[in-house]
């Protein structure tokens, strides 16, 4: 049975994952780290990827610079990156003096954009072709398997499910909210479920999205049209568990109907242009980042309610840092091993006060709108119009929401 060896084993490919590999063989220096990315689904070819896949994400622009340096954004054809210059987030049927609403112009922060729009699928085969070209760095088709790895003189053994087994000096778990190296290897940390899911369609509407990113919270949950480069927009509709069930059996032209109804008619009538997808929402944050040869990055230390888009570029910072730390290391000593506590803590410091930060802010955002009854929400949507009124919060907020309040260093 065959045997990998390497000094990296990345468990994941994901963006987080994949972003991992390809910094960490750019930055490794004359020998870089032996990096093996493991991932049950293979990435097809960018150009084989059906056009406007339904899982799309808003990237903020510090992660998009992460991207470019990593060489994967201008491989994004043009017409596939969907721009956004404005952001209205408001209150479900708020005053009609607008108090219950807040404005973002990517004009009056002096940037050309506050994010763009991606698919999932098609960022992600652009960076499983670049990984499988960076030296050092090689895809494997594969699962790990829920064996417990064992630890001896310096790395781990690892079983994969077809039995092939893989010897690494670190582990790095990349595998997503249900992450099987974050169980086997003892990191498991507190979790909920929000009773809710997320519908995921793109629409067409009736008035031009006009390169804006709108979000109405309800009491029932936040509802988001994200606009796309084709002039459709990608939903993203939080609702408790039954009500999603409800929305998901009623035929297209009636779910139409409701989603216009739910984001107040911003953009005129909306009409589906896919199938429509739900994705449970659930929340999650380990303890500890890294342990003995191992570390965690994107879903499988974190996962955030996707009502801020905030998901995968915290993963995506996540693997920046952990990249550049353990590259700065094979740099700059001798002997470097990839397991180091001290290189693998220093990651852990960099990221964990931002993840946590963000979680307990996206989670107080959900819990001020949907569970606390009517009165507190209408006094937050009262907030929603404060903030709009107080230029330096809303700037800072804005800032945040870019990624420019993250320290991770590419
Ligand atoms: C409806 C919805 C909308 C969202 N919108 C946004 C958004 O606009 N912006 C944003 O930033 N975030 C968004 N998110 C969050 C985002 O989807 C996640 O944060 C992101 O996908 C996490 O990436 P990840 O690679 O950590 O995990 P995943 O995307 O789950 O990837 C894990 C990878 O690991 C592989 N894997 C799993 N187990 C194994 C194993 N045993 N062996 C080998 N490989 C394995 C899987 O095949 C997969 O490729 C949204 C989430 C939802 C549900």
Redesign the pocket.
């Known amino acids: 049975m065959t045997h990998l060896d390497c000094d990296i084993l990345v468990?994941?490919?994901?963006?987080?994952?994949l972003l991992l590999a390809r910094q960490l063989g750019l930055k490794s220096g004359a020998k870089p780290w032996r990096v093996i990315v493991?991932?049950?689904?293979p990435a097809p070819k960018p150009e084989a990827v059906p056009p406007w896949g339904l899982?799309?994400?808003?990237?903020?622009p510090a992660?998009e610079a992460g991207l470019r340096a990593a060489g994967a954004w201008e491989q994004l054809p043009a017409g596939r990156v969907g721009y956004y210059r404005r952001m209205h987030v408001w209150q479900q049927a708020s005053t009609a003096d607008g108090a219950g609403s807040l404005d973002f112009d990517a004009a009056d922060l002096g940037a050309t954009h506050l994010g763009a729009?991606v698919e999932?699928d098609l960022l992600?085969a652009v960076l499983w072709e670049l990984v499988g070209g960076t030296p050092g760095v090689e895809t494997c088709t594969?699962?790990?398997?829920?064996v417990p790895p064992v630890a001896s003189d310096g790395h781990w053994l690892l079983q994969?499910?077809d039995g092939r087994r893989v010897t690494a000096r670190l582990v790095v778990g990349?595998?997503?909210?249900?992450?099987?190296?974050r169980s086997l290897l003892g990191a498991e940390g507190p979790g909920w479920t929000y009773g809710q899911q997320?519908i995921?369609a793109h629409v067409a509407s009736e008035r031009p999205h006009a390169a804006t990113a709108w979000q109405c919270f309800r009491t029932d949950g936040p509802v988001a049209l994200?606009p796309l480069a084709d002039g459709h927009s990608s939903i993203?509709w939080?609702v408790p568990d039954a009500r999603a069930d409800a929305l998901l059996a009623l035929p297209d032209e009636d779910f139409a109907a409701e989603l216009t109804a739910a984001t107040d008619g911003v953009l005129g009538a909306l009409s589906l242009t896919t199938p429509r997808r739900a994705?449970p929402?659930a929340a999650r944050h380990t303890p500890h980042y890294t342990g003995a040869r191992f570390a965690l990055?994107?879903?499988?230390a974190h996962?955030?309610h996707?009502l801020a888009?905030?998901?995968?570029?915290?993963?995506?910072h996540d693997a920046l840092a952990l990249a550049a730390r353990l590259a700065e290391h094979r740099v700059t000593v001798p002997q470097a091993d990839p397991g180091d506590r001290r290189v693998l803590r220093r990651y852990e410091r960099e990221r964990k006060g931002d993840n946590l930060a963000t979680l307990a802010t996206i989670d107080g955002l959900h819990r001020l709108f949907a569970a606390s009854g009517a009165t507190v929400a209408r006094a937050a949507g009262l907030g929603l119009g404060l903030v709009d009124r107080a230029p330096v919060l809303k700037r800072w907020l804005a800032r945040r929401a870019m990624g420019a309040a993250d320290r991770a260093r590419s």
């Open positions: 468990v994941g490919g994901g963006l987080p994952g493991l991932d049950g689904l899982r799309v994400f808003a990237i903020a992660v729009i999932h992600r594969g699962e790990l398997a829920a994969l499910a990349a595998d997503g909210g249900a992450s099987q190296v997320a995921v994200l993203v939080s994705f929402l990055v994107g879903d499988a996962q955030v996707p888009g905030q998901g995968v570029n915290l993963g995506l």
